[in-house]
């Protein structure tokens, strides 16, 4: 089965910290993202990649960046953590079979902002 | 842009009852089109999906969905509910050519199913 880990399950910050989010996978998937999900707004994309060094923005890029230098871990940046930014984010790997293949999901981390 | 919209945000029922739920998407290509379903404390997982061919798919725990092309939309259905359903349903769209073929998600619906 496709792991897909994310580092931590809760996260507490402080309004203006640099926050890492890190998420890994074990199956070797070249395309990798991070969405947020948020009551009544389903998941909402924020960056995703299509393989090592190489990243796309989403429909909310806006505060994040991402980074992706091995092919098995993809980390997602809150530059300068506000409060609204309080959410759960979800990491997924899909292989580039094409627009019909699955995703896998981590478990997600609970982000609060302080 | 391709968007995905859910109708309902909280459905509840009781055990037997039937479930349908809805879907519709706009864009005017080809597309593929999920459910995904997040029980309780459990991590998103598919539910089904179709690709091409029969527009009527089958999934796992007796879910089933439709795909009318003509009305944009990929209605969910299970004929009887357990209390085992309790999740939630997130229903989502790949367009075909769209740059990245990233999914994109509906707001989602809860359903609760009392016993």
């Known amino acids: 089965d496709v792991k897909v880990t994310q580092s931590s399950r809760y996260l507490v910050k402080r309004t203006g910290e640099k926050v890492f989010l890190e998420c890994v996978q074990d199956?070797?998937?070249?395309?990798m993202f991070w969405y947020r999900q948020d009551p009544g707004l389903g998941l909402r994309l924020i960056y995703f990649s299509y393989d090592v060094k190489m990243k796309e923005k989403g429909d909310i890029p806006e505060g994040y960046s991402v980074s992706r230098e091995k092919k098995e871990r993809f980390s997602l940046i809150l530059e300068s953590a506000s409060t609204n930014q309080t959410s759960m984010y979800l990491c997924a790997s899909r292989h580039p079979g094409g627009a019909g293949e699955k995703l896998f999901f981590g478990s997600g981390t609970q982000l609060s902002v302080l | 842009a391709q968007s995905v919209s859910q109708h309902n945000h909280h459905v509840i029922l009781s055990e037997a009852a039937s479930l349908e739920l809805g879907c519709n998407y706009s864009?005017?290509?080809?597309?593929?089109l999920f459910w995904y379903v997040q029980y309780p404390g459990q991590h998103l997982q598919l539910l089904l999906k179709?690709?091409?061919?029969?527009?009527l798919v089958k999934g796992i725990k007796g879910f089933e969905a439709e795909f009318i092309k003509s009305k944009f939309s990929f209605n969910l259905r299970k004929p009887s509910v357990q209390w085992s359903d309790t999740a939630e349903y997130f229903c989502?769209?790949?367009?075909?050519?769209?740059?990245?073929?990233?999914?994109?998600f509906g707001g989602g619906t809860r359903v609760l199913v009392k016993p």
């Open positions: 864009y005017g290509g080809t597309v593929n």
């Open positions: 199956m070797d998937h070249e395309n």
């Open positions: 989502a769209v790949n367009a075909r050519k769209a740059a990245g073929n990233k999914l994109t």
């Open positions: 179709y690709f091409s061919g029969d527009p």
